[in-house]
């Protein structure tokens, strides 16, 4: 029964709910008040047994969205908090070893000896980690044809550094 009242009234709240956001989030985030709704309305509905039947459901639901919105803000504020320690952390650097030096070397000019084709393929989905489909619209060919494309490219570049398939080779793995 309660779940019914608060499928059957949100809609009548919606233009609030609306307004509440457009207010909590400030002129200019218009989208960010629409995703704001959206959740409110969501949760509302996944949480309408939680309705106290013969309360007020506007209060409930605006009460709801302010909280969405102050987890929001929270969790942006750690986000910025854990961003700006990372970017302020010493970052370790280490010398390439001998072998990484040889393998970079190496890779470098398989890479070099590749098409054009194969070479702009891997560019672009390995390198650059474009969407296949991108790729795929970029050169009006099927998805299928790039996936064909880049596991041959792959194949080729494994084959040229000597490297098998079942060999573990970490990042460096074409």
């Known amino acids: 029964m309660t779940a ?25 985030h218009g989208v960010e008040a629409q995703d704001l709704v959206q959740d409110c309305v969501e949760r509302a509905l996944v949480r309408a047994d939680q309705f106290e039947p013969g309360t007020n459901l506007r209060t409930w639901l605006m009460t709801m969205m302010r909280n969405i919105f102050l987890s929001r803000k929270r969790h942006d504020q ?3 908090r854990y961003a700006e320690r990372q970017k302020q952390a010493p970052v370790p650097t ?17 890479l070099a000896a590749l098409s054009d084709q194969e070479a702009e393929t891997i560019r672009y989905l390995v390198i ?19 996936k064909s494309r880049l596991s041959r490219t792959r194949a080729k570049l494994r084959t040229s550094l000597g490297v098998n398939n079942d060999e573990a080779f970490g990042p460096l793995a074409a």
């Open 4 to 28: 019914s009242i608060v499928h059957d009234e949100i809609t009548d709240h919606l233009a609030d709910l609306e307004r509440f956001a457009r207010w909590l989030v400030g002129p200019g």
């Open 78 to 80: 750690v986000k910025r």
């Open 94 to 110: 280490q010398a390439p070893s001998q072998f990484v030096h040889v393998m970079l070397g190496e890779t470098s000019r398989a």
């Open 128 to 146: 650059q980690e474009q969407p296949h489909i991108a790729l795929a619209k970029h050169h009006n060919v099927p998805l299928g044809t790039i």
